[in-house]
């Protein structure tokens, strides 16, 4: 079955940087687009940007951009988030998840890690 | 950037009764990229509804969507104990080429 598998909760202080990792297995890893979704305590969900299944091109959310790497590792099924200059409105869950073909959806989603940002 | 809001904020209702979430979007969606998620605490979101009245896979049928242009709906028909949870609705933008999410509807036992 389909399993996205996230690394583990992660506390940084205010202007580090933090690396997330997805581990896809279950399916063909680059058939499929994969995204990034956060989400604040209590609060709702925010796209953050893609990683074409293709040829591993990247687009970001305006408001991430210039902060946010998506990265991947085709040799171990494994998608990475890098988001820099962290203050503590980055505290929040990312989530990866997955898109199927031309779908604009999210069909699967990996178990979130916990980013907490504090000094 | 087109912007979905969802109401009511919260709803609450008994097991057994018939729940209707609105998602209205700011300007026309393709209703091929509405799309419903079920969210439990301390789970991540569930796919319900794609392409706007479409159920996912091992969905079961009271749950059902519909709508066109600006307005869209899921409706659940009886509820069950494990249907208390947040929705959210959420749409691909090809103006932008961005994913937005609605805030979400908070379903509660009354």
């Known amino acids: 079955q389909v399993q996205l598998v996230q690394s583990g909760a992660e506390v940084k202080k205010p202007g580090a940087s933090v690396k997330v990792s997805c581990k896809a297995s279950?399916?063909?890893?680059?058939?499929?687009?994969l995204h990034w979704v956060r989400q604040a305590p209590g609060q709702g969900l925010e796209w953050m940007g893609i990683?074409?299944?293709?040829?591993?091109?990247?687009d970001y959310a305006e408001r991430f951009r210039g902060r946010v790497t998506i990265t991947r590792d085709p040799s171990t099924s494994t998608v990475y988030m890098e988001l820099s200059s962290l203050r503590s409105e980055d505290t929040a869950i990312y989530y990866c998840?997955?898109?199927?073909?031309?779908?604009?959806?999210?069909?699967?989603w990996g178990q979130g890690t916990l980013v907490t940002v504090s000094s | 950037e087109i912007v979905l809001t969802q109401s009511p904020g919260t709803l609450s209702l008994s097991p057994g009764e018939r729940a209707t979430l609105s998602c209205r979007a700011s300007?026309?969606?393709?209703?091929?990229?509405l799309v419903w998620y079920q969210q439990k605490p301390g789970q991540a979101p569930r796919l319900l509804i794609y392409?706007?009245?479409s159920r996912a896979t091992g969905i079961p049928d009271r749950f059902s969507g519909s709508g066109s242009g600006t307005d869209f709906t899921l409706t659940i028909s009886r509820l069950e104990p494990e249907d208390f949870a947040m929705y959210y609705c959420?749409?691909?933008?090809?103006?932008?080429?961005?994913?937005?999410f609605g805030q979400g509807t908070k379903l509660e036992l009354k």
């Open positions: 279950g399916y063909t890893f680059t058939s499929y687009n």
């Open positions: 392409g706007a009245s």
């Open positions: 959420q749409q691909y933008d090809t103006s932008s080429y961005t994913y937005t």
């Open positions: 998840a997955r898109e199927p073909p031309v779908a604009y959806y999210f069909d699967n």
């Open positions: 300007q026309s969606v393709t209703s091929s990229w």
């Open positions: 990683i074409f299944h293709t040829a591993g091109n990247t």
